[in-house]
Nanobody, 115 residues
Framework: QVQLVESGGGLVQAGGSLRLSCAAS????????RGWYRQAPGKQRELVAG???????NYADSVKGRFTISRDNAKNTVYLQMDSLKPEDTAVYYC?????????WGQGTQVTVSS
């Protein structure tokens, strides 16, 4: 059984910070986790931050310098540190993993940034 469980979302004022966690279990390890995506109402899901199995990271232009993706292999968890949050960061954030060409998604965690 595969599980990706996101947590850490919530309501925060503009300029604040949140740290999202994606805990993997089952056949998924942190090396399978590819990154964080988000989907705002009426918009397509978009990549926010990616991480390769070797640890290389990449970010959407809109979050560069504000968000940081990292992982803790011992805890089988990938994190997304979000600083200097803006109202336009409001969305449901999802963790994505790929294993043997199959995509896996968590249930998502809501992030709401008030102005």
């Amino acid at each position: 059984q595969v599980q990706l469980v996101e947590s850490g979302g919530g309501l925060v004022q503009a300029g604040g910070s949140l740290r999202l966690s994606c805990a993997a279990s089952g056949i998924i390890s942190t090396s399978n986790i590819r990154g964080w995506y988000r989907q705002a109402p009426g918009k397509q899901r978009e990549l926010v931050a990616g991480i390769t199995s070797s640890g290389r990271t990449n970010y959407a232009d809109s979050v560069k310098g504000r968000f940081t993706i990292s992982r803790d292999n011992a805890k089988n968890t990938v994190y997304l540190q979000m600083d200097s949050l803006k109202p336009e960061d409001t969305a449901v954030y999802y963790c994505n993993a790929v294993r043997m060409s199959t995509d896996y998604w968590g249930q998502g965690t809501q992030v709401t940034v008030s102005s």
